[in-house]
């Protein structure tokens, strides 16, 4: 074999080994990128189960108070956290599980006693899906819901006599320093939560009463001179509280205003109210919204891209049998003037012989005042008629 042949023969199994490693690197190269090609794949299915996965927690059912209670923060104002009440409470929203911040300074002046509620939100509801969607972090955002806990006394203080306009000031006040949250969708609204004041009003109803009752015995010929009288006389000193001007505060609060009021009789259940409400506020995302529950419904929903929201019914029942009926006319006059206090069924029969209807009744007062009725003849029972009024 020539020198040529061999130097030829040589290149050609040089080109050969050229070749097969050519050959070789691009099959690694080829099972590299197809290794590559599979680590992707698995990597977008392991992201689309956990983004399926986050869809279904954030979509989970919370239709229990038990299940959104534990997202709520509770401030309690300073001045509430250091009473009897604020003490109470915070022992009963902690065993909710809770977080509750009891020294809060609220952005208001006047010592006053409130509660605010947050919320840890983790998915905010897309209202194109129809589906909660997660959040890379979690957030806190405030409600709109401010709660304004008061005594009896606090609030006959604030709210009579109500030509003061104290409490129209007194809302403004908590309203301007609570403004509608960023995130929230309704404007703030306050929760006046009144403690005693219905026994309050009770108590001074009775006196009111009783004093009346003394005013009307002591112009019977045969009345007793009992030594409460004259100091039951004089009850009406400008310290008593009037329920009708209690009821037109509460009127304005709820009407005007567009505040909730909540009674309560004694510390502990004032404390359990503000629970209860807190349980109710935790729920209000997950009442409208009514998101699929199962990993098959979020991939319909998320195919469909369907809207899915139901709204609470907006219809409600009042109690039959709070006013007695009439059987005519006349009859339905006499119990109308009936539901007016200290109006019994012979004043009221007496004022409807002298003002057969509503339209008479009230020309005349316009025309001579509340005394056109103090000569009217009223018949008892017992006593038979006299002229005593009806005023």
Known sequence: MTDE???????????????????????????????????????????????????LSANKLR???????????????????????????????????????????????????????????????????????PLENEQIRDENHILIYLTAEEFTNIALPVTA???????????????TPAMAKKPTRLIYLIEGLQALVRKHKNLQNRAYQNRV?????????????????????????NENDVEDA?????????????????????????TIFTGDISTIPYKYPQPPTTATMVKKKLIQNRHSRTHLDTSFCADVGQVKPGLGKR????????????????????IAKEYPDVRRLVGAIERGGGDVLAGIEVCLPLLGCEGGGAN
């Not at 306009?165 to 403004?179: C, I, M, T």
Request: aromatic share 4%; net charge neutral; with cysteine.
């Open 5 to 55: 042949e061999k130097a030829r023969r040589a290149v050609e199994k040089e080109e050969a080994r050229e070749a097969k490693r050519r050959e070789k690197e691009a099959k690694d190269a080829e099972k590299e990128f197809q290794k590559a090609a599979r680590k992707r794949e698995k990597e977008a299915k392991d992201q689309e189960k956990k983004r399926e996965q986050d869809l």
């Open 63 to 133: 239709s229990s108070k038990k299940d959104s209670i534990p997202e709520i923060i509770v401030d309690i104002s300073m001045s509430l956290a250091d009473t009897s009440v604020g003490e109470q409470l915070q022992r009963f929203l902690l065993e909710l599980g809770c977080r509750v911040n009891p020294t809060w300074a609220p952005p208001v002046s006047g010592n006053l006693k409130l509660v605010k509620w947050r919320r840890r939100v983790k998915a905010d509801f897309d209202e194109d899906l129809g589906l909660f969607v």
């Open 165 to 179: 306009d104290r409490l129209p000031a007194h809302v403004q006040r908590v309203k301007s320093a609570f403004p």
């Open 217 to 241: 015995l002591s112009h019977l010929p045969s009345a007793p001179n009992t030594p409460g009288a004259p100091s039951a006389l004089n009850i009406d000193d400008g310290t008593s509280i």
């Open 250 to 274: 509460l009127l304005d609060l709820q009407i005007t205003h567009n505040c909730l009021i909540h009674h309560t009789s004694s510390s502990v259940e004032t404390a359990e109210w503000v």
């Open 331 to 350: 009859d339905t006059y006499r119990k109308m003037l009936q539901e007016i206090t200290r109006i019994t069924p012979g004043i009221a029969a007496a």
